[in-house]
């Protein structure tokens, strides 16, 4: 059975998820081998059939863009159609609509894709210094990556990612996930401790993790 992505961490126990469109993602202790992982995959295969078939009703599979005139594109939340223009410079911009330069139609993907990776840079900056000041957070680099499903993630060396996909979402669910990497500085785990800890900062954050989790497959080009 086919993998699409394994996320290895010092924890002690596999976990399968589901995502909407049939991806499997599998979570693994950090030493755990292949074979270890595909022969866990396999004696789940019953639910992961009957879970892509659940999914499937609830998330009915998204066709790729195709960047013509009309389409709707997602930023903070809202959808705005996608028109051609003569204007050379720049290649896109929102003004009530997206404006997409002619000359870079060709290539209409990679100037979306590099739009939405400075949107979310500027905006998860903001939040970053905003919060990392109120909480004495130590933050070190932050990059925006092309990840598929993953929001956010924070590494040991307090470097902050986030996806370019993530100012598709309305503020808040920016900034939920902003403060979850924020929290995870300090507490490298999923505990209850955590979430209590999330809480503190976001007392809606439930509300915003609802929203992610049943509409976040939305949010992409692919």
Partial sequence: MKIDEIIRSNRKTFALEIKPGGRLVV????KATAEQIQSVVESKSEWVNHTRARLAKHYPAQDPK???????FWYLGEQYPLRLTDSHRPPLELDGA????KSAHNRAKEVFIEWYR???RAITQRLINQYAKQNRFKVGQVRITSARTRWGSCSSKNNLNFTY???MAPISIVEYVV???L???RMRNHSKAFWASVAVLKPDYKKDKAWLKKNGFLLTLD
């Fill in 27 to 30: 979570r693994a202790p950090g």
């Fill in 66 to 72: 195709t960047f013509k005139p009309g389409e709707l």
């Fill in 98 to 101: 997206f404006l997409l330069s």
């Fill in 118 to 120: 400075e949107e979310t």
């Fill in 165 to 167: 996909r993530l100012c």
């Fill in 179 to 181: 403060l979850h990497e």
């Fill in 183 to 185: 929290a995870h500085l």
